[in-house]
């Protein structure tokens, strides 16, 4: 009875929230990407929440870590160990953050959790009782305790019914962050009815880099309970002690850069046979005090979960509406609102309700001059489109996140790493991602930080080869420095084989991308001797060109420090010098100077065969993913930049035809509807512009390329100037423009000004389910191009 007392009890909570009527929220699917490699995660968070609150589940048969998936969610697992309260969503490496999982558990604790079979201690669960939305995860456990979770921006919330007719524990596997820690602590206090604690992790891709597997951060926690309950015990490593409140001890990495087995510590705690418990908990990055106001703040004593899940919902109805769509099918408003709210997870507020948080020299700081300290920027992935949109429809946030990557890197010896997660400086891939993203957070309306001194900042790294640089710590993936390897680039002025980095092509066609951005930069602050010395040096990926590579023709080749080309017979299929890609991907990656790419490649003409060749087989058919080295992979990130090429070459319909037909081929609504990691949302950012019809191809500018719109009517309400586009006659077989009119004015373009970014304005489309051939076909209405200085 008291068990269909707890379900019936979560199903009024939800039923409480669903008065409020429906918004954007009811459009998400949060299991979007939780199996075919999407990494994401269905649990209860708030746009950029700190906290991040979902289940850790069971592994897949044959996996060696104890995660079930990056996001510690993979469909296809049947099993959950507990409820972690921080995520990544998206993340390629395996494993991050999952700290602090809490399981409840219808047995008796015998034996220690660290060294029982992981199994004893979880529970199966079927997918017919499991719900979630943005800021709510509900299940049913086959064990009996029915489960609810919700957050604010630093606590999670928790409800657990336990059933009747066994016993009610509550296990803190407070060393079990996902990838290991190396400490943990755990207090349990019945008089005060809280448990506290912490836990040091880090190890972010440590198993592939064995000079890399440390900790970087420390969370603490606070959970407070409103019921009574009598202290279990703790154990630590194999040793169970039964009445202990105390414990210590984390994983381990291990030889292999995950947890060992049989190591580590928690506590559990025990309640009444059929209790219902509710149980609020806060976190910091700084100390247990901030927690506890971070709690205090957020979800006072006294708060209830429908309360939590009525706010929450209310944020992300605000969040997700603030770009209101009309029309297309319920399928594509439900994975383009998914995409949105995929793109609104990180990066994650890092600071507390004091405006402290902990640097990355090991120091409290506090947020000055923006209003919030974010961390987790996977800059490899993000500076290509996400934080372009963040800031396009946030100025004010895109600031604070500029200013949070500025402060890093002054915490940082003034290194802007490639991919931080919390306060650790990782190394994760390749390329100077930092000057890009500091650029288009720039250039999209993001003005309110220390610009002056991150142009500065950025400008030394790129001129001044550090101690760093030149190490090989942590190579090929994690390596140390902002631009391994400077002293070649400024040397040769390419990348050669063998040099520090990852990926010699690949290094330096991402180089060419970050001195573009510093160059956009450099003409922003007025310095136009700099501009055109990095407008030069963006130009250098031509010295990896080889017009005759192949006999179907040129293409980026990896090249040796003497000059020489790596391989006389050249194959694009060839991914040693490349990173995540192919030579026959790569070669597109000069998004800032296609007409001189084309040149290159003999001119227009014999660029389009290129592209054609690129996206679809020999048969016609579309060849956007999964369809071997030779074609794109728009599933990551070096080819999505490609379709947009066309603009550029006189036939934009073949732009809006092919991402049409990718957004319809890889994204779906369903749980294996991202083909690919989505990298932080980095790749539904992609999805997002493009149902818009726009995109910011250029690394550092804020121009879009035009594709067409996927809705008959988008409203985007930002700061400085709302957008409306209007598509008569959109639908998903319909993507070919035959008419625009931009505020009111016959539009022939292909492209939009950076104006319209910055101030908004009104697109009107006519649409077709006919290629148009003719508009945007002049060549004087190409999108512009930026080569070398004359």
Known sequence: MRKIIAVATLSAALAAVSAQGRGPADEVNPFIGTTNGGNTYPGAT????????SPEQTPLAGRRYLMA????????????????????????????????PVMPVTVPVELSPSSAPFTMYASLFR?????????????????????????????????????????????????????????ATIEV??????????????????????????????????????QPFTVGGAWHDAQLNAGARQAEGGTGYGDRGFPPGGTGSGAWIGFAPGTLVN?????????????????????????????????????????????????????????????????????NLYSDVNGQYLGFDGKVHKVAPQHAQYANFSGWDVYRSQLQLLTWLDPRLGSDIAQSLLDQADQNGGVWDRWTHLTGATSVMNGDPAAPAIAAIYAFGGRTFDVKHAYASLLR???????????????????????????????????PVGAPGWGSAA??????SADFAVAQLARDMGDGATERRFLVRASWWRNLFNPNAAPEGGYIQPRLADGSWKAVDFNVENDDDYVEGSGAQYLWMVPFDPAGLFAELGGTPKAVARLDRFFYRPDGTLAVTKAGDSHAELDNEPSIAAPWLYDFAGQPWKTQELVRAAMKQIWTN???????????????????????????VYPGRAEFVLGSPLFEKTVIARPGGRVTIDATGAGTDEPYVKALTVNGKTWTKPWLPADFARQGGHLDYLLSNRADTAWGSAPQDAPPSFGPPN
Request: charged share 20%.
């Open 46 to 53: 708030l746009p950029l929440g700190m906290v991040a609150f």
């Open 69 to 100: 998936a990056p996001g510690g969610y993979e469909w296809r697992s049947n099993g959950i160990r507990g409820f972690s309260l921080t995520h990544l969503s998206g993340t390629g490496c395996l494993g991050a953050s999952g700290d602090i």
């Open 127 to 183: 997918h017919s009782d499991e719900a979630a939305s943005p800021d709510w995860y509900q299940v049913k456990l086959d064990n009996g305790v029915a489960v609810a979770l919700s957050a604010t921006l630093r606590t999670g919330y928790a409800r657990f019914g336990y059933p009747a007719d066994k016993p009610a524990n509550l296990l803190f596997r407070t060393s079990d962050s996902e990838v290991g820690s190396t400490a």
């Open 189 to 226: 206090d019945p008089n005060k009815r809280e448990v506290t604690g912490s836990v040091t992790s880090g190890n972010f891709c440590g198993y592939l880099a064995p000079d890399r597997r440390e900790s970087y951060y420390t969370l603490h926690f606070v959970a407070k309970f409103d």
């Open 279 to 347: 149980m609020r908990v806060g976190i910091s990055y700084v100390s247990l005090a901030n927690a506890r106001a971070n709690l205090a703040a957020e979800s006072p004593e006294g708060t209830s979960l429908e309360q939590v899940h009525q706010a929450g919902r209310a944020a992300w109805n605000a969040r997700l509406g603030e770009v209101a769509i009309t029309g297309g099918t319920k399928d594509e408003r439900v994975v383009f609102t998914t995409a949105l709210y995929h793109v609104l997870l990180e990066p």
């Open 461 to 495: 790294a790129a001129t001044v080869p550090t101690e760093q640089d030149l190490s090989r710590r942590g190579c090929p993936v994690l390596c140390v420095g902002e631009r391994p390897g400077l002293d070649q680039w400024l040397k040769l002025h390419y990348m």
């Open 507 to 512: 290094d330096t066609m991402e180089l060419a």
């Open 670 to 696: 369903a749980r294996d509807g991202i083909s690919g990691n989505d990298d932080l949302g980095e790749m539904s950012s992609w999805y997002v512009w493009a149902a818009l019809g726009l995109y910011p």
